[in-house]
Nanobody, 124 residues
Framework: QVHVVESGGGLVHAGGSLRLSCAASGTIFSIYVMGWYRQAPGKQRELVAT???????NYAEPVKGRFTISRDNAKNTVYLQMNSLKPEDTAVYYC??????????????????WGQGTQVTVSS
């Protein structure tokens, strides 16, 4: 099992910025992709951005040009820089990590784990 922990949420005025961090830990053999998702009250969880092991990124349309995802492979950490925040960005932001863990004896097993979420609130 991989432990995923987010940090960096908070309250900010519209137009402001926040930086979220997410660290994955455990007997990690590899991380294929890490991503950020968000869930607003009464809505389904939705993709925000993902980044794979080759640093290819994917963004949801509402955040393109405002959010930037990056990763530090040595630290198994992914970041989400959020600029020009809008009230509609208010949500709980969740980090996801997918890859393989080392089971020992040369064996590996896939994982797909989520963090507990961090609240981002943007006031108008």
């Amino acid at each position: 099992q991989v432990h995923v922990v987010e940090s960096g949420g908070g309250l900010v005025h519209a137009g402001g910025s926040l930086r979220l961090s997410c660290a994955a830990s455990g007997t990690i053999f590899s991380i294929y992709v890490m991503g950020w998702y968000r869930q607003a009250p009464g809505k389904q969880r939705e993709l925000v951005a993902t980044i794979n092991s080759g640093d290819s990124t994917n963004y949801a349309e509402p955040v393109k040009g405002r959010f930037t995802i990056s990763r530090d492979n040595a630290k198994n950490t992914v970041y989400l820089q959020m600029n020009s925040l809008k009230p509609e960005d208010t949500a709980v932001y969740y980090c996801n990590a997918k890859g393989e863990i080392n089971m020992g004896w040369g064996m590996r097993s896939p994982y797909d784990d989520w963090g507990q979420g961090t609240q981002v609130t943007v006031s108008s």
